[in-house]
């Protein structure tokens, strides 16, 4: 066996373990893909950190592994890229608290960077988020949106939570798969998406029409407003198009992340996108 064949050992000249009591590095996180500031992002599990290290666009900082994770990347031939820390899982159970499901795995991270929405090739799906703040949902989203093979999700600047930490964790790696666009006013946003030639349709229970029944064509923007509120009325103003899921049980309404999986199953279809 020549040097390239043999799988990397960390545990040979790795840094000194994580030591009881000692702080990891703790700047606090700022917007994901705002290009902005020193604070890295936060990944954890093993999906959001395998990802990470598998997309050349995401600059990893540091890199804080347990012996059974470094292990499993190196059985799985997954280049670390930078040394990693060999630490207990009581470490990042410091950093992250003990409800988080880290697997072993935490990288500090530098945020991936947010293309401009002129740039959005005008062909396929994206989705607009009109301040979806609860990261749980959005990470979903993210999701369901690599499934659906969304071109991009375009999300407001405020009033939309951090790609890091819990949403990176929900979306199970696909923040490194669909660009984010952040903007600093939606229904400019969508007026220009508008402009551009996407249809772009709302989805709120009261909609005028079922999302079903409505014609779609590429490329299509669909709009998902917030739990509770769903979406503001100048963000209603703006789509060419609002309307509504309608389904025959009892319960009419959604959770958001599950109305965005059937608006996409519902918009590949119709749009002939499904293999």
Known sequence: MNDRDRKPDFRRNRPKPFQKGQKFGRAPARRDRDGGGDAPVILYGWHSVSMALANPQRRIRKLYLTENAAK??????????VTPEIVRPSAIDQRLGPDAVHQGLLAEAEPLPSPDIDTLDPDGIVLVLDQ????????AILRSAAAFAVKAIVTTARHSPEATGVLAKSASGALELVPMVT?????RALTELNDRGFQTVG????GSENLAQVELQQPLA????????????????????????DMPGEIKSLNVSNAAVLALYIGASRLGLMK
């Open 203 to 206: 989805l709120d229970s009261q």
């Open 183 to 187: 903007v600093q006013n939606l229904a």
């Open 132 to 139: 979806i703040t609860d990261p749980h949902n959005v990470g």
């Open 222 to 245: 669909l709009v998902l407003g917030a739990e509770g509120k769903g979406l503001r009325q100048l963000t209603r103003e703006t789509c060419r198009t609002v309307a509504r899921l």
């Open 72 to 81: 499993r990347l190196a059985d799985e031939n997954i280049e670390t890229r």
